[in-house]
């Protein structure tokens, strides 16, 4: 059975960082981070494959976040670096079974509890 854990949120001020875990159930997984905030829909924000590592960003958080993986772990990272108020949001990590990751919500099957993101001063 397919787990996906999130770990890492938090309170941070404006500028500040955080660092996003999900782990995984031992399964290779394309993962993709998402986040919704009040009234809003939920965006993809970043996505990388479960074979060559490749990544992709929304213009939104490029040169801000980055993702990795470490498959020896089972878990993927979201780096979020000069955070800024509108980052603020429950942000989400996904699984899709295969090697291609998207940032569409509708691409992935499985996905885990959400960890809540605030920035804030």
């Known amino acids: 059975q397919v787990q996906l854990v999130e770990s890492g949120g938090g309170l941070v001020q404006p500028g500040g960082s955080l660092r996003l875990s999900c782990a995984t159930s031992g399964f290779t997984l394309a993962i993709g981070w998402f986040r919704q905030a009040p009234g809003k829909e939920r965006e993809g924000v970043s996505c990388i494959s479960g074979s060559d590592g490749s990544t992709y960003y929304a213009e939104s958080v490029k040169g801000r976040f980055t993702i990795s993986r470490d498959n020896a772990k089972n878990t993927v990272y979201l780096q979020m670096n000069s955070l800024k108020p509108e980052d603020t949001a429950v942000y989400y990590c996904?699984?899709?079974?295969?090697?291609?990751?998207?940032?569409?919500?509708?691409?992935?099957?499985?996905w885990g509890q959400g960890t809540q993101v605030t920035v804030s001063s």
């Open positions: 996904a699984g899709r079974m295969g090697h291609i990751a998207t940032i569409s919500p509708k691409d992935y099957d499985y």
